[in-house]
């Protein structure tokens, strides 16, 4: 497995971006125009609070970052800009990402109702346009919630073995950096699909990334539990 990744790893990587692109593309051209659109309508709704904001933005950027520096070992260049890069914002990636764990916690428990969003697959490959059970995070929220943390908390543990590792001859070295590398990869095409989902194929929801509110009928349509999630105190 380690010599396959050290052979393969430029083309794991584009694999790692090319692959979500394109399937996201043919679900953009097959279902999207199907999709509910919510454009117009009056962002009432207060769906994420500065603080929530501001974390899902650190978040993103130093993803971004380490992505971008991690990048350039990918491709075997030497850049100590690139390994300063990577040092710093895989630390405030992790920490930004613990402190979206500690935030975001209550939502992401997974209630009954999630099976039937599941069973549906959030009518993400059908014309259907009943609404699906979901409280403030449909499951498939949920899951990718629970994705992105289980693998922050993977990239720290792999991270500071790395460090240790560093100027010594430790037999596990490559086979925890074949690990980092492949958790890295996945997490770029699970981004892709996050991004094109909550960006491109549920119009509407782009501007909650800036002022953090929603239409009324957006809540209604794609979180109709959240309400009275809310009223029961599962929810904030
Ligand atoms: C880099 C560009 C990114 C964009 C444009 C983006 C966009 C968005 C949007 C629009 C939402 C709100 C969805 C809603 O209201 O239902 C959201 C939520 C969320 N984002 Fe991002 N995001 C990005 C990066 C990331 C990264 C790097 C992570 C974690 C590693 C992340 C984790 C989450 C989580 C856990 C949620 C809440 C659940 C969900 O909507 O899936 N995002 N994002």
Request: hydrophobic letters at 50%; proline letters at 2%.
């Amino acid at each position: 497995m380690t010599n396959f990744y050290f052979s393969y790893k430029t083309f794991i990587f584009y694999c790692a971006f090319l692959i979500p692109i394109i399937i996201c593309g043919i679900h953009f051209f097959t279902f999207r125009s199907k999709r509910q659109h919510f454009k117009s309508a009056l962002r009432t709704v207060v769906r994420f609070n500065l603080k929530e904001r501001i974390f899902h933005f650190i978040r993103s950027l130093s993803f971004i970052l380490v992505v971008v520096s991690g990048l350039f070992f990918v491709s075997n260049q030497e850049s100590i800009a690139a390994s300063i890069l990577h040092g710093i914002n895989g630390w405030v990636f992790v920490l930004i990402s613990f402190a979206t764990i500690y935030i975001w916690i209550k939502d992401a428990i997974f209630y009954d109702y999630d099976k039937q969003w599941l069973r549906h697959m959030g009518n993400y490959f059908n014309k259907e346009h009943t609404p699906l059970p979901s409280g403030k995070f449909n499951a498939g929220q949920k899951i990718f919630f629970w994705l992105t943390s289980l693998l922050s908390i993977f990239f720290m543990i792999t991270g500071i073995l790395l460090i240790r590792a560093q100027g010594e001859q430790y037999y596990w070295f490559e086979i925890v950096l074949t690990f980092h590398g492949i958790a890295a990869a996945l997490t770029v095409s699970l981004i892709i699909g996050h991004i094109y989902l909550s960006l491109m194929a549920n119009p509407g929801t782009f501007h909650v990334l800036f002022d953090g509110k929603v239409s009324k009928e957006w809540a209604l349509y794609h979180h109709p539990n959240w309400k009275t999630d809310v009223k029961k105190n599962k929810h904030r």
